[in-house]
């Protein structure tokens, strides 16, 4: 490992050692439980500023020149949403502003921006540097109606994405002829209704979940064995995969319920493929350029801002106020660790262990990280429990986004046992 890779590893682990997360919320049906009085002091939500009266970090009275691009207009608060970026010969800044329903300018904190995802159909919001979009598995997802951000895994198989399919890209290093370069894989994971989460595969390439009418999922990943792109269709209830045709998908159209499908054979022929039957056709010329319509379509019908909404080109969005977010996590599992009662926001089984947040576990279990290395081709550091200590590596542990994950039977030697999980409170 290079000196730049020990530096940022080194920060990494001083970002978790200092310990500073979000809040972790229930879900409703936790809320409505009666919790234990403890769990009081984990309902800290930090605030995205503490004030709307809080000075940006650009705040000054010099006028700079800024373009402004627009992401999208909310229906529920009527706010229309710009980008807003601009250069002093310096660096660049970004701030991402909106308009309210009475015509008043507002900007949400330097470093935060919100779009339009189109697969949850709801604003996500991203903060720069919190390494949000580094394991693809965890979202934040903003409402402006009461400036309240949930981070959460949002999975796609069910109405209220509670339980189905997803994944994170996981990081790692492994050796050819030059040395330890870094590398990446996606692991799959499955929440069946039960709410229990389970690694189910690993695959070189980033699988594509999209929901269907009749509450399955249409998937595409790379398998393994064929070594090709296959499309499967995925049942919530029973947990089963079912193989629909080696092929990579160019377009779904949910209303029809028909793909358009490339082979991967020389010149790629396209085919149509219709789920209520399975039929599959060559596709023919009007074939291509119909799904090409369905596509624009799609795209054009994003929310975007009225052009009315155009921010003026004098506005100066360093000085304008800025609204405070509140941003919680979720809770998804319940668990009896050490024999306290500890609300996770992740939690995983991977080859018969759990992995379990560490930073729930310092905040609510009293787990210490008493020490930490950085070594050429592993980071390992000390835990300390009521029953001992011990150096965890990464056979034991890993890093999602982040946020460090370490195994249940290591928990289990210094004295924290997991006596119980509630997948699903």
Same mark, same amino acid.
């Given at each position: 490992m290079n000196k730049k890779h020990k530096r940022k590893a080194s920060l990494l682990f001083a970002a978790l050692l200092a310990a500073a997360g979000t809040a972790m919320v229930p879900s409703p049906s936790v809320q409505a439980e009666e919790a234990p009085a403890a769990q009081d002091k984990y309902q800290r939500i930090e605030n995205l500023p503490a004030s709307a009266d809080q000075p940006t970090k650009m705040q000054s009275k010099e006028t700079f020149t800024w373009e402004f691009d627009p992401i999208f207009f909310d229906k529920s608060t009527g706010r229309s949403y710009y980008n807003a970026h601009t250069f002093d010969e310096e660096r660049s800044y970004e701030r991402t502003i909106y308009q309210d329903a009475?015509?008043?300018?507002?900007?949400?904190?330097?470093? +935060?921006?919100? =779009?339009?995802?189109?697969?949850?159909?709801?604003?996500?919001?991203?903060?720069?540097?919190?390494?949000?979009?580094?394991?693809?598995?965890?979202? &934040?997802?903003? =409402?402006? @109606?009461?400036? +309240?951000?949930t981070t959460g895994v949002y999975w796609m198989g069910?109405?209220? #994405?509670?339980?189905?399919?997803?994944?994170?890209? #996981?990081?790692? &290093?492994?050796?050819d002829t030059n040395g330890y370069w870094y590398s990446s894989e996606y692991i799959l994971l499955q929440r069946t209704e039960d709410g229990v989460v389970r690694e189910v595969g690993r695959t070189w390439h980033r699988p594509l979940y999209y929901p269907v009418p009749n509450g399955k999922v249409l998937v595409q990943q790379y398998s393994n064995t064929a070594k090709m792109n296959e499309l499967l269709i995925y049942d919530p209830v029973s947990g089963l995969m079912k193989h629909l045709v080696?092929? @990579?998908?160019?377009? $779904?159209?949910?209303?029809?319920?028909?793909?358009?499908?490339? $082979?991967n054979k020389p010149g790629r022929p396209i085919a149509v493929i219709t789920l209520a039957d399975g039929k599959i056709r060559p596709a023919t010329e009007d074939d291509w350029q119909e799904f090409n319509r369905l596509l624009s379509e799609k795209?054009?019908?994003?929310?975007?801002?009225n052009a009315s909404t155009k921010p003026p080109a004098d506005l100066q969005p360093q000085n304008l106020p800025v609204t405070p977010i509140q941003i919680r996590d979720q809770i998804t599992?319940?668990?009896? *660790?050490?024999?306290?009662?500890?609300?996770? /926001?992740?939690?995983? *089984?991977? #080859?018969?262990? &759990?992995?379990?947040?560490?930073?729930?576990?310092?905040?609510?279990?009293?787990?210490?990280?008493?020490?930490?290395?950085?070594?050429? =081709? @592993? /980071? /390992?550091? &000390?835990?300390?429990?009521?029953g001992g200590s011990e150096t965890v590596t990464a056979a034991?542990?890993?890093?999602?986004?982040?946020?460090?994950?370490?195994? @249940? #039977?290591?928990?289990?030697?210094?004295?924290?046992?997991?006596?119980g999980m509630n997948w699903n409170p």
């Open positions: 009475d015509g008043q300018w507002h900007s949400l904190e330097e470093g +935060v921006s919100v =779009n339009w995802d189109y697969e949850l159909g709801a604003i996500k919001l991203w903060r720069y540097g919190f390494g949000e979009g580094l394991s693809e598995l965890f979202s &934040t997802l903003y =409402n402006p @109606s009461n400036e +309240v951000a069910s109405d209220d #994405n509670r339980y189905g399919l997803h994944f994170m890209k #996981n990081y790692y &290093t492994r050796q080696y092929a @990579s998908l160019d377009y $779904y159209d949910p209303p029809s319920g028909r793909l358009l499908v490339n $082979y795209e054009d019908a994003a929310p975007r801002p599992a319940r668990a009896t *660790i050490g024999g306290k009662v500890v609300y996770l /926001s992740f939690a995983f *089984i991977q #080859n018969g262990r &759990t992995m379990i947040p560490v930073r729930e576990l310092m905040e609510q279990a009293g787990l210490e990280v008493i020490q930490q290395k950085v070594k050429v =081709n @592993s /980071s /390992s550091f &000390t835990l300390k429990g009521p034991d542990s890993m890093m999602i986004g982040d946020r460090l994950y370490v195994g @249940s #039977n290591v928990l289990k030697r210094i004295g924290l046992p997991v006596q």
